[in-house]
């Protein structure tokens, strides 16, 4: 926030909505898979470690089993994915399964095959085709690769904040020109897996047409986003999502 790599995200925040006192809300010296287990289950799983679902087979409830027991649909948009549902990182290092969790959850095991996609690009593929449609499913979980994601890795270069600025400059203009924003049935969190090494503190952007100029200041975690999601699809809370902020009040939703 505040980086002149970063206009984009910067300009975001200022239109709409930024959360303030955000953080993971798991240890900083464990990498960035707690973060997503976070994130669909209300739990790390006490899990410390980057490795596949074959090491971490997960049997417990997630949101992505509560989305289909409601009689709704979820999608991963995963960007770099060399097929549906990949179980292990892509050869060339962009697409990594620890940032795409629903091949972790057994409950999934059927549906992944069919709604764990590759993302294709802002002019063709699965997430250009339902959002321009009005298509998208009652919860989206959108992953960039490697390079677009901040991380970076061996292809990517140096540039890793004006590398994913350039990503969400490029998608999100076109999401919220999309129906489903337009009418005003979608909320778009942007959030970061994790912080440093030494302090989770991490940036969440928060967009709907409701949220304008907003700085809130509540402390949260991405429990909160669960809660959030599971809030608004009117779920049981998982987890760490029933004793955490809901980002609702604060952004005025």
Known sequence: MGSADAPYINELADTYGLAT????????DCPSLPAYLILTSGDDQG????????AHVINGDNVFAQVTQAGLEWREYAESMPANCAPTNSADGLY?????????????????????????SVSAGA????VAGGHLPAYSFLTPNACN????????GDKHIRTGDAWLASW????????????????????WDEGSKTDNHIPTLVIAPTAQHIRAATPMTHCSILRTTEEILRLPLLGCAARSASILPDFGL
Do not use: N, Q
Not at 98 to 119: G, I, T
Not at 172 to 191: A, H, Q, R, S
């Open 96 to 120: 990594l399964v620890r940032h795409a969790p629903p091949p972790y959850y057994v409950s999934e095991r059927d549906r992944c095959s069919r709604w764990d996609v590759p993302m294709g």
């Open 127 to 130: 997430l250009h085709d339902d």
């Open 21 to 28: 006192a955000m953080d993971a809300g798991y240890p900083a």
């Open 172 to 191: 999100i203009p076109t999401i919220l020109d999309g129906p489903d924003f337009k009418d005003g049935k979608l909320i778009v969190v942007i959030t």
């Open 47 to 54: 899990i410390c470690d980057d490795r596949d679902p074959k």
């Open 149 to 156: 994601d901040m991380h970076g890795g061996p292809s990517c």
